[in-house]
């Protein structure tokens, strides 16, 4: 309840002040489906899972639209919220730890709504001065990803852990029981993550695959026979991405080639290191230090976690490809400051935060 509250009042704000994402998708994105045909809207914003949600309530229950764009919020967050609400848990059963149902959701509440430090003398380039969050509450289509986010992580830690061992028992799913089963809830979960935004599969696909690989290299390495059975694995999760990787292939034609963005005097391009982040910000590297403090003194304490095991090892891989694609990547144009591709790098926040918070969890109890 305090959750939907607190992002009720800030969508509600946002909305209102001019400029804001959230302006800009309801009267901007949202009025070419409105207004227009379904494929002039899609086109507009191929990432439309939030707008489609907003729309049906809108029209289903007659609500205002800046409403409806609220309670839609607020169930994204929520979603959210309960997903790391129940991963808590089911980390903390797997490794014998006792699992306090009300630490749990007031860690997950506090995963829900944590921001990067910034006081005003870091930077002068505006609101932000360049310190991104794992929560940016901002942003209407980059937190309705997060749940969707979550779930595709857990389920990967597990059919890998399965995938090692037949007898492995799934920490978050029983992914032994029916294998099969747990690698269409992948597929699923993931291309919804990429309707709801292509930035965390953008990151995420290619760190499962970098890490695939060296693992696929080191067995073919120690010639244990292991290698063979384990490209078929490889295959197997690329199978699961397939229909993601395609979509997120359309959502590219559609926004940059076809002229579905609504400013289209702008392109994908490589750019300058982090070129576009120091639009944001005089010095990055504290940037990066007051958004990341937490995880990073985690990974100071406990760096053979985050080395020896997938959750760890995942978590960092997803951050550096998303740090890479935020140092590297952006919009030519004057869509240049619009940052677009600095969300991957935020999926990546996410995941070193909640993994960071798991082990922080395990820790405290030894």
Same mark, same amino acid.
């Given at each position: 309840?305090?959750?939907?509250? %607190?992002?009720?009042?800030?969508?509600?704000?946002?909305?209102?002040?001019?400029?804001?994402?959230?302006?800009?998708?309801?009267?901007?994105?949202?009025?070419?489906?409105?207004?227009?045909?379904?494929?002039?809207? #899609?086109?507009?914003?191929?990432?439309?899972? &939030? *707008?489609?949600?907003?729309? %049906? /309530?809108?029209?289903?229950?007659?609500?205002?639209?800046?409403?409806?764009?609220?309670?839609?919020?607020?169930?994204?967050?929520?979603?959210?919220?309960? !997903?790391?609400?129940?991963?808590?848990?089911?980390?903390?059963?797997?490794?014998?730890?006792?699992?306090?149902?009300?630490?749990?959701?007031?860690?997950?509440?506090? /995963? $829900?709504?944590?921001?990067?430090?910034?006081?005003? &003398? !870091?930077?002068?380039?505006?609101?932000?001065?360049?310190?991104?969050?794992?929560?940016? /509450?901002?942003?209407?289509?980059?937190?309705?990803?997060?749940?969707?986010?979550?779930?595709?992580?857990?389920?990967?830690?597990?059919? &890998?852990?399965?995938?090692?061992?037949?007898?492995?028992?799934?920490?978050?799913?029983?992914?032994?029981?029916?294998?099969?089963?747990?690698?269409?809830?992948? !597929?699923?979960?993931?291309? /919804?993550?990429?309707?709801?935004?292509?930035?965390?599969?953008?990151?995420?696909?290619?760190?499962?695959?970098?890490?695939? +690989?060296?693992?696929?290299?080191?067995?073919?390495?120690?010639?244990?026979?292991?290698?063979?059975?384990?490209?078929? *694995?490889?295959?197997?999760?690329?199978?699961?991405?397939?229909?993601?990787?395609?979509?997120?292939?359309?959502?590219?034609?559609?926004?940059?080639?076809?002229?579905?963005?609504? $400013?289209?005097?702008?392109?994908?391009?490589?750019?300058? #290191?982090?070129?576009? #982040?120091?639009?944001?910000?005089?010095?990055?590297?504290?940037?990066?230090?007051?958004?990341?403090?937490?995880?990073?003194?985690?990974? +100071?304490?406990?760096?053979?976690?985050?080395?020896?095991?997938?959750?760890?090892?995942?978590? +960092?891989?997803?951050?550096?490809?998303?740090?890479?694609?935020?140092?590297?990547?952006?919009?030519?144009?004057?869509? %240049?400051? *619009?940052?677009?591709?600095?969300?991957?790098?935020?999926?990546?926040? +996410?995941?070193? &935060? !909640?993994?960071?918070?798991?082990?922080? %969890?395990?820790?405290?109890?030894?």
């Amino acid at each position: 309840m305090i959750l939907s509250w %607190l992002v009720y009042a800030c969508v509600k704000g946002e909305i209102n002040t001019s400029l804001s994402d959230y302006r800009g998708h309801l009267y901007i994105y949202l009025s070419m489906f409105d207004q227009g045909t379904l494929l002039e809207g #899609w086109m507009a914003v191929p990432y439309c899972l &939030w *707008h489609v949600c907003v729309l %049906l /309530l809108k029209f289903l229950l007659r609500l205002p639209l800046d409403e409806a764009a609220a309670f839609v919020s607020c169930g994204f967050h929520l979603f959210s919220y309960l !997903v790391k609400y129940w991963m808590i848990l089911c980390y903390l059963r797997a490794n014998k730890c006792k699992a306090n149902t009300t630490t749990a959701a007031v860690i997950a509440f506090g /995963l $829900s709504v944590v921001q990067g430090l910034y006081p005003d &003398w !870091v930077g002068v380039s505006g609101p932000y001065l360049g310190i991104f969050s794992m929560n940016p /509450l901002h942003n209407p289509t980059q937190t309705t990803v997060n749940g969707f986010a979550l779930l595709c992580f857990a389920l990967v830690l597990d059919i &890998w852990g399965f995938q090692k061992n037949e007898h492995y028992e799934g920490i978050f799913f029983p992914v032994q029981k029916n294998p099969k089963k747990y690698n269409i809830l992948l !597929v699923l979960f993931l291309f /919804l993550s990429a309707a709801a935004k292509p930035t965390f599969a953008e990151m995420f696909i290619p760190a499962v695959a970098l890490i695939m +690989l060296f693992e696929w290299i080191r067995r073919i390495i120690s010639k244990d026979g292991s290698a063979s059975p384990y490209f078929r *694995h490889c295959l197997n999760m690329l199978l699961c991405a397939v229909p993601t990787l395609l979509y997120i292939l359309l959502q590219f034609l559609a926004y940059f080639i076809w002229g579905g963005s609504y $400013s289209s005097d702008g392109g994908f391009a490589v750019t300058k #290191w982090l070129e576009v #982040w120091s639009l944001y910000s005089d010095n990055i590297i504290l940037s990066v230090a007051l958004g990341m403090a937490f995880p990073f003194f985690l990974i +100071l304490i406990d760096s053979r976690f985050f080395v020896r095991t997938d959750m760890g090892r995942l978590s +960092l891989a997803g951050y550096a490809i998303g740090f890479l694609e935020a140092a590297l990547l952006g919009e030519s144009g004057s869509k %240049l400051s *619009h940052a677009d591709f600095l969300w991957p790098m935020m999926c990546g926040m +996410l995941l070193v &935060w !909640v993994t960071a918070t798991l082990r922080f %969890l395990i820790l405290n109890e030894q």
